[in-house]
């Protein structure tokens, strides 16, 4: 079963920068979208950025040039590098994967991390 465990959250001031880690465990033959979203409290989950397995990225505009979407496909890893942090970006951060089962799989799989809390305070 392929599991994705995010690490990185915690308290920080405003202006201030997290790195959160997603790292990817089980059996696949493929793991190709891969992204952060976040839930505020009260708030529905929220794209924050995506990345395909060629490297195109996509971001929310509310993050764009301040956070940075990156995978390591040999430790099947993504990360997100988040700078000049601001209040409104507390909330539980999410990874998320889309994965091939198999070769010969129809489709792709989708798979949720726990989540781990981002506060911004400022």
């Known amino acids: 079963q392929v599991q994705l465990v995010e690490s990185g959250g915690g308290l920080v001031q405003a202006g201030g920068s997290l790195r959160l880690s997603c790292a990817v465990s089980?059996?696949?033959?493929?793991?190709?979208?891969m992204g952060w979203y976040r839930q505020a409290p009260g708030k529905q989950r929220e794209l924050v950025a995506v990345?395909?397995?060629?490297?195109?990225?996509n971001y929310a505009d509310s993050v764009k040039g301040r956070f940075t979407i990156a995978r390591d496909d040999a430790k099947n890893g993504v990360y997100l590098q988040m700078n000049s942090l601001k209040p409104d970006d507390t909330a539980v951060y999410y990874c998320?994967?889309?994965?091939?089962?198999?070769?010969?799989?129809?489709?792709?799989?989708?798979?949720w991390g726990q989540g781990t809390l981002v506060t911004v305070s400022s």
């Open positions: 998320n994967g889309h994965y091939r089962a198999a070769a010969y799989s129809r489709g792709d799989v989708e798979v």
């Open positions: 990345i395909i397995s060629g490297g195109n990225t």
């Open positions: 089980g059996s696949f033959f493929s793991m190709n979208t």
